[in-house]
């Protein structure tokens, strides 16, 4: 499985690519919504998209309305990882077509949680 690390912060990239390639997950990266576009119009085109709300260029919501309007996109699973935790933001990424959405700072073993509960990992990978 692929997993594409969609955040301006190369500190969260890493953190982020740390937790899932120790889940058996192949990483791609990019720096704002804009460059995974471009990525998945080149064909790049994840299981799993772990998206920041806050990023220049092209936002997070504006990402995940933007794959949503894709039919070819519609099976990967977008999960919105952000400082933004108002409620109201929550339900606009939900409602917009995000998977699970997780609260910065987060623990890794939040990410991993939200993943067996989205059935990207099986139980028997969590050690």
């Given at each position: ?24 997950f192949?990483?791609l ?5 804009q ?11 994840p ?10 260029v ?15 996109w ?39 949680e ?14």
């Open positions: 499985m692929r997993a594409m690390i969609i955040d301006d912060s190369r500190a969260m990239r890493s953190i982020l690519r740390r937790i899932v390639a120790g889940l058996h192949e990483t990266e990019a720096g704002n919504g460059e995974a576009l471009d990525l998945f119009e080149a064909g790049d085109v299981d799993l998209c772990l998206v920041d709300w806050n990023m220049p092209m936002d997070g919501y504006t990402f995940i309305t933007r794959v949503r309007a894709n039919r070819d519609r099976g990967v699973t977008l999960m919105m990882v952000t400082t933004e935790s108002e409620q109201g933001q929550i339900v606009k990424a939900l409602a917009a077509g995000a998977h699970e959405y997780v609260i910065k700072p987060f623990t890794p073993d939040a990410i991993v939200k993943l067996e509960l989205l059935g990207l990992i099986p139980q028997e990978d969590v050690a």
